[in-house]
């Protein structure tokens, strides 16, 4: 099945720009989830991109009962095509329901409340871990530069996979 849109959730603006870039790529609108009910029909086949919070896509479960997915996008702070697995098994995702993960960024200054706080400990204490570890990866140094200076890793090249997904169906 061909989707019709894209539909998102977003917390700091880095889903909404994947949003707007896939959209772009594939020519399909993009509707932010909280307005999509005005725009598209309910059981109509979307691709739906929501940011990653413990592995869970969120927003996800909202959009699956609305609407027909016809694939998902976790947008999170980890490398693009990480964490598959955990995602999949996170949202209870079929096997057949291809899933894309997108490396994101990271702004404290755009959180707030409760997510703001989860992402200042979390910064420091993965921070101080990762800035003592000797033999860092290069994801670890990546990682680690967000978490320390923050920054956006949204690139158009990130979406190849999804954009090859379209095309073939």
């Given amino acids: 099945m061909k989707p019709t849109a894209i539909v998102y959730t977003s917390n ?3 889903t909404a720009e994947y949003a707007r870039l896939l959209g772009q ?6 509707y932010a989830l909280s307005e999509a009910s005005g725009k598209l029909n309910s059981g109509e086949a979307i691709v739906y991109l929501g940011w990653l919070m413990a592995g869970k ?3 996800y479960g909202k959009a699956a ?11 999170g702070m ?8 955990d995602v999949r098994k996170a949202n209870a995702l079929p096997a057949g329901l291809p899933l894309f993960t997108l490396q994101g960024g990271f702004d404290m200054t ?3 409340g409760i997510y703001k706080f989860m992402m200042t400990v979390i910064a420091k204490t ?11 990866t290069a994801e670890e140094d990546r990682m680690l530069e967000l978490l320390t200076h923050g920054g956006s890793c949204v690139r158009e090249e990130h979406l190849k996979d999804v954009l090859a997904w379209y095309e073939s169906v």
Avoid: H, W
């Avoid at 009962?65 to 947008?75: E, H, T």
């Avoid at 993965?126 to 860092?136: C, E, M, Q, S």
């Fill in 12 to 14: 700091t603006g880095y």
């Fill in 78 to 85: 980890g490398e693009t095509g990480s964490q598959l697995e």
């Fill in 57 to 59: 896509v969120q927003g």
């Fill in 126 to 136: 993965t921070g101080k871990r990762l800035a003592v570890k000797a033999d860092r």
């Fill in 65 to 75: 009962k609305r609407y027909s997915i016809c694939a998902v996008c976790g947008v």
């Fill in 25 to 30: 790529g594939t020519g399909l609108p993009f």
């Fill in 110 to 112: 755009k959180l707030r």
